[in-house]
């Protein structure tokens, strides 16, 4: 970010006159710790492109199997929405809708907000909206919970593994993936850049 | 501005809690400012209500955790035979199977981390209410905590789902998710809502800012 910027903390409501921070180096709240901006090398470039990977990844994970269950030779493959789907038939709604929202349409959204932005970014153009949008990723950030499922699926073979034959299929590999690609893309993305970048585009 | 360091609060900013654009804001307005010209979002000094709306929401969360840990959370048909499990149910058999890492796993993720995250806001509300002066930055360190961990309490659930998927085959085997899982979910939700309503901004409204800071803006 543009050194010299006065910005307030948003944990403690400090104000700050920004210090040049360098690529990889974050610069702290003084007062209470906060990261107020941490800018990283190609950040914008490195953003898009795993979010890009990211949007393949998360296709295949939803139509291939991710789960192969062996028991006395009848095999049952699953995809992820199966669960869903059986939770929703089971009367259970409000979980079913909430295990949709976690693991498969905030993690789209954010993924397709992402390129919506940062695109258009990279070709120094401006995409309309792009700040609603990037409000909206903000806000669905924390509901997008990949990583957490992945436990999810850890317990569930171990907990299967004394019952029946369990086979990881090609979409639990994705899951695998995913969860580090978005990882990565969200650590890479400093929203400061991408101020100063739309600024620069203007 | 002048050579002491200073809130956006004190000095008649306000910062969008989106998008960080700092904006001036009217004197005379206290409560919402309008939304921010950039992003959108509504602008407010502090989040409104927090304590009322973090208070409202931690106790409905300690309320639901009951029936999340009482209800039975699955229920496995196999070959005739049927059996409930609750979430300490399902800890209990681990730990009895010798599979204590999963055991420790599911605890912490289930049970452990709900209640000690709902305490962790309740001594935040309660300390911001009787304004406490103490040590406000491990208290800022606390509130990123339950913001963090809150979202690894899902992993139950998710386990639920997984099983209702895969153990499906009729007369076999079983398993159906029970009314626990909707008391669980619904635990899990509020109190990450619990904590996004909270303003940790608030913890350092009672400090003055002055005595701190080396590099003032």
Known sequence: ?202 | MSPAARTAQTASLVSCTVCHLLLRRRPAASGPVGNCPRCGAALHARKPNSIARTWALVIAAFIFYIPANVLPITKVTSLGMTQSDTIMSGVIYFVQTGMWPIALVIFIASIFVPVLKLLMLLFLVISVQRRSTWRPKDRTRLYRITEAVGRWSMTDIFVVTILVALVHLGALANIEAQAGAVFFAAVVVITMLAAMSFDPRLIWDVKEPQDECEYPA
């Open chain 1, 1 to 202: 970010m543009t050194a010299g910027h006065i910005m307030a903390c948003h944990d403690c409501d400090l104000l700050h006159r920004l210090p040049a921070v360098a690529d990889g180096m974050r610069a702290n709240c003084c007062r209470c710790g906060a990261a107020l901006a941490r800018p990283k090398r190609n950040g914008l470039e490195r953003a898009l492109a795993l979010a890009l990977t990211g949007l393949v990844l998360l296709v295949l994970a939803n139509s291939f199997p991710f789960l192969g269950f062996k028991i006395q030779g009848q095999v049952r493959e699953t995809l992820l929405l199966t669960g869903i789907r059986q939770l929703y038939m089971q009367d259970m709604e409000a979980v079913a809708v909430l295990v949709f929202i976690t693991t498969v349409l905030a993690p789209l959204t954010q993924l397709m907000a992402l390129v919506y932005i940062l695109l258009p970014l990279k070709l120094n153009r401006r995409a309309p909206g792009m700040f609603r949008v990037f409000r909206w990723l903000r806000r669905i950030e924390p509901w997008s919970m990949m990583e957490v499922f992945m436990l999810g699926i850890l317990v569930s073979v171990v907990k299967l593994a004394k019952m029946a034959q369990i086979i990881p299929g090609i979409a639990s590999f994705c899951f695998m993936a995913l969860i580090f690609v978005l990882a990565a893309c969200m650590a890479s993305l400093d929203p400061h850049v991408v101020w100063e970048q739309w600024e620069e585009n203007q």
